[in-house]
């Protein structure tokens, strides 16, 4: 027989397809012409094409099995998008199909070979064939990763627009069958505010592919789903369910999106997927022409398809007997049905690598066929339920599993829940509407109620349902799983049932150890229809029941979720000083700094340095991170954060300070300035301000509730700009009338309230991170970029020139002032960063004062030490490390480094070990180049100007 | 993702929100053994089963609050008002 035996038929009563609209796609180099409503599978299959792609591990020709989203075998590359699922991908204009996993092409699959070698692929051969030498694995992965399945990645693709969205209803239904749509209604009949979801293109579940009086009932439920006010999502799913009913959707019908990440928080979950098809486990299953009754039943019904000349059907149920009946209305000989209920067989499918062209039976007997389709019963998708907390129970007389525990805010529906007529169901899922309804308004009481600031909440709480919905009944259905023959079980992993046999019989005979051991239902399927037929055959091997033998969990995600799905669109907000603007016309190269965007530098840092040296240079320090403090205990905050002491600071005072966490551990630094009575201003480092923001409140509001202390996050309401150099004083005065800047009158570590450039209100202290004569203004952010302008035309007589973080980085090294997080760690503690002066464990309490006294006691805390190489122009990298002598022993290690300007020689602060902390004291550095080289400990922190006359002047 | 019943804003994502830890008093710093202080930083209790702990409400009312949550089903009783005494550690 020819793949001239598939092709379209008739116009069918139930189909999708707009068979006025025809629609030209590409398909392995060929063009062929679908209808609009088309899948790529339906398409392919009306235009002959049987085989679709080639097996994972043994390559094997595949074709078409479920024909929806859960195929296994119809993985294509579109475009430049690899994976798709042609089961369910509806075909469009234009549009390039190529079939995966096929090198060097779908009918010549030279990997084809492993078929024959099969038995020597068996479960874990990877595993146990390459692992020794282990040497030589780097070998074997590149020869294997050309075996390696999937579609290629381009990574020239355009990004594509993916969104997100939040929302918060009532009831979130998962399926839109006819429970489904029942619930829905059901829920938004009474008021309550529902999101549908559902994963197909159409609401209607199974009734889609059923008879004419079945779409009448879908059709008449979408239209009460409709009048009710349900927001309905098409060919959407909703992927996981996670703590207090938070679930995640993916909707790939947005009309701009590929694909929006919904996150939703349901009040009430109803579970409605229905039933996934199982596939029969026999020699030969997986040769293209092997079928499942769903499909044959959605490719003629939905998509007028026809699937194959002549036709064997195995059947043990009402499905199967439909789609025997639905091939025999549309001509397609029925050669054989073969009733599972009366005890009938199939074993063995067998043909050409194209296709199956004769089936032979439990009696021996042997038919001609190139279709076969088997109904050997259905899986119940509990994925969601699991993620509540259900662990699933095999019913033997109804050869599936059921949902066990109930969780108060999932109900399921449909299917999953159990059989019945269309009207059945349609009941048990108006109930199920009725009651997650109900629930859903006790959630919602119980919300408002616990919410001090909501408006109070209307009436008593409602009362909590009981479950009230009749059960649903469970159809008998023969437990088929395997025939006599062994064939595949995992068609996404190739896995068969003899490897099952093996890997158990090796001693993987537990479920869960199973599935790792041999990649059963580890596949993009994920267990959605092999893994009740791998218990099954473990249960075999076991000699036990499916019931001792149990299922595996289901995880998150329900379907895969791409990974620009996931990222979806960026809420990430980016911080920018009031001077962005002034900073970008005049040629910034910018640096990404936690939220903020700030100045790196202007062209050449060094020239930064230089200028700011010897004439005066301005810098944009608004990420600083500054707390307004107001209050009588003020002092004693600062005293119960900082390691020194802060009762006595003048008004006008700027003091420094270092703050430990209760380990001593070295969390921040700044200075602090006291502005008014009770009033002070604080400084954090950048990256600190909004963690020391909530450290301070911590112990207002914990250990000492009845201090008085207002703390107010001001670091955005001041643009703050460090004026440097020993022009600064000439240049500040320019611009500052109300202020006697004199050193005299406002000397080194105080600060002034004034104005500056006409505004008011503004901040100024001199302090000296570059180690120049500064003042840093903090102005009102409404004035920052006027300040800065005046300050840069006041100043062009006097060489004023901008500099950023690089700059202000290199003259702080030179300095030798130490940064938290750069030059210290999570481990370094408060000794070691030379301050000892400053930990005053005289004081009664402060954090990590009990840490701090013992590490003073101790000769085993790392040292901070300005180190200089005794090559000058060698500039060892940052975290280059530092050994004892010629050994390889680590003592320390290098935490800044830079070429200085200012001294034309390489300057560094390190962390070293006490034996090594000495000033004088030669070490070894070890390059990243792997040389070796001398570097001395100097006797202070500053490599430049350590006595501090500059900043003093 | 968790509920946490913030006793000002009601329940509010965990993410936002800052879980401090379990609600341990804070010795005296001064008098406490190294012993003692190490207990008090690095050790948990870690029940399967009812456990005081301290939330900070950082991205709404930025209050720090402690709650009784049982780790076994997540779910809180007692909610407590805000501002009482809790134990300080970061």
Known sequence: MSASELGRLAAQSGEVIDRTSPIRFNWNGNSLTGFKGDTIASALMANGERIVSRSMKYHRPRGYMTADFWDPNGFVQVGDDPNVRSGHRLIEDGMTIEPQNVWPSLDRDIKAANGLVGRFLSAGFYYKTFIKPQKLWPAYERVLSTFAPGGKVDLDTPHRYHDKRYTHPDVVVAGGGPAGMAAAAAAAEVGANVLLVEHEHQLGGHLLWGSDADRAVAAELANRVSAAGVEVLTNTTLTGRYEDNWVGIVQRSHPLAVERLIKARAKILVVAPGLIERPYVFAGNDKPGVMLSGAVRRLVNMYGVKPGARAVVFTANAEGDAAAADLDRVGIDVARVVDARNGENVVSASGSSKSVKSVKLGDGSEVEADLLVTATGWTAPTSLLNMAGDRPVYDEGSARFYPSVTVDNVLSTGGISGDGSVDELVAHGEATGQLAAGRASVVKHRVQALTARSVPVAGPEPEWTADFRPELGRDDHPELFRSTTHGIVDFSEDVGSKDLVAAAKEGYDSVELLKRYTTATMGPAQGKLETVNTVAVLAEARGETIEQVGTTVWRPPYVPITLGGLAGRNFEPVRVSSIQPWHEANGVTPIIAGAWIRPEHYGNPADEVNNTRTNVGITDVTPLGKLDLQGPDVPKLLSQLYTNKWMKLPIGSVRYGLMCAEDGVVLDDGVTGRLGEEHYLMTTTSSGAASIWEWAENWLQTEHPEWQVHVTPVTTGYTSINVAGPKSRELVGRLVDDVDLSAEAFDYMRVRTGTVAGVENCIMWRIGFTGELSFELHVPSGYGLHVWETLMAEGADLGVKPFGLEAQRIMRLEKGHFIVGQDTDGLTQAPAVGMNALIKLDKEDFAGKAELAWAMESDQVPHVVAIQTVDPTIVPGEACQILKGTTNEIVGRITSSRMSPTLNRSVCLGQVDTAHAEAGTELTVLLRNGQRIKANVMSHHAHFDPEGERLRG | ?90
């Open chain 2, 1 to 90: 993702m968790l509920l946490v019943p913030c006793p000002n804003c009601g329940p509010r994502n965990s993410s936002d929100l800052h879980y401090v830890g379990e609600a341990q008093a804070r010795p005296n710093p001064s008098e406490a053994t190294p012993t003692e202080w190490r207990e008090y930083l690095y050790m948990e209790d870690n029940p399967a089963g009812w456990l005081r702990e301290n939330w900070y409400c950082r991205s709404g009312c930025r209050q720090f609050f402690t709650l009784e949550r049982h780790t076994g089903s997540n779910e809180f009783r007692n909610p407590p008002m805000p501002g009482n005494k809790v134990g300080g550690k970061a």
